[in-house]
């Protein structure tokens, strides 16, 4: 499925269940010594399809152990993200010379928990999903964009090292995209102050993906 949403500098992997013979890195191991089973598995697959992404990348397989706020460490000269959720795990990489940024969210493509709207969302992205809900009723336009915002973040961090709020960037969506236009003052890219992102997203067989994709100019 995320491959779907990706230009073809980037590089990634899936899985719809754990691979028995996924394994890890000592390293690796020493950072979910403790987890319980669900986030061991998360992990592990994580990492598996990372690998696979940085395969094909030409890169050799390395430990990709946790840094700031969690995020993965890539090897050098590499950049990538990691999702995963029930029945579902992704990782996509690319080279830093070819592409600025990568966030990519997996969820299960059901509406958000009561509550948790209000707490992702403007009020003006609210009306607009009262619009796309009353077009197609069958979508879960709140559970799109939640994943839409974490991909968001995904792709700001590693570019600006400081925290991005929900309110921080504001949504629209169009037919399998969306566009994200940030509400504070972004880094340079390019010579020039990023201001927002573009990306994709897709809903089937039960799950929404969302990915950005920044290719250096």
Do not use: N
Request: proline letters at 8%; glycine letters at 8%.
């Amino acid at each position: 499925m995320i491959e779907e949403l990706l230009p073809t500098q980037v590089s990634s992997a899936e899985a719809f269940a754990d691979p028995p013979d996924a394994v890890l890195f000592a390293e690796e191991e020493a950072v979910i010594a403790r987890a319980v089973d669900k986030r061991r598995r998360e992990f592990t697959t994580g990492r598996w399809c990372a690998r696979r992404a940085l395969e094909r990348l030409g890169v050799e397989p390395a430990p990709l152990l946790p840094g700031e706020r969690g995020a993965p460490q890539w090897p050098a000269g590499v950049i990538g993200s990691i999702t995963h959720c029930a029945g579902y795990r992704a990782a996509v990489a690319a080279r830093k010379d070819q592409v600025h940024a990568v966030g990519i969210d997996a969820e299960p493509h059901d509406r958000l928990p009561d509550g948790v709207l209000d707490v992702v969302s403007l009020p003006t992205e609210r009306e607009r999903l009262v619009r796309l809900s009353a077009a197609r009723p069958s979508v879960h336009w709140d559970r799109i964009l939640f994943s839409c915002k974490e991909s968001v973040y995904k792709a700001w961090y590693p570019l600006a090292r400081e925290w991005l709020g929900f309110e921080d960037a504001e949504l629209e969506f169009g037919e399998g995209t969306f566009t994200a236009r940030l509400r504070k003052q972004g880094p340079p890219v390019d010579g020039r102050p990023l201001t927002g992102f573009t990306g994709r997203w897709l809903a089937r067989d039960g799950l929404v993906v969302t990915a950005i994709a920044v290719p250096r100019l």
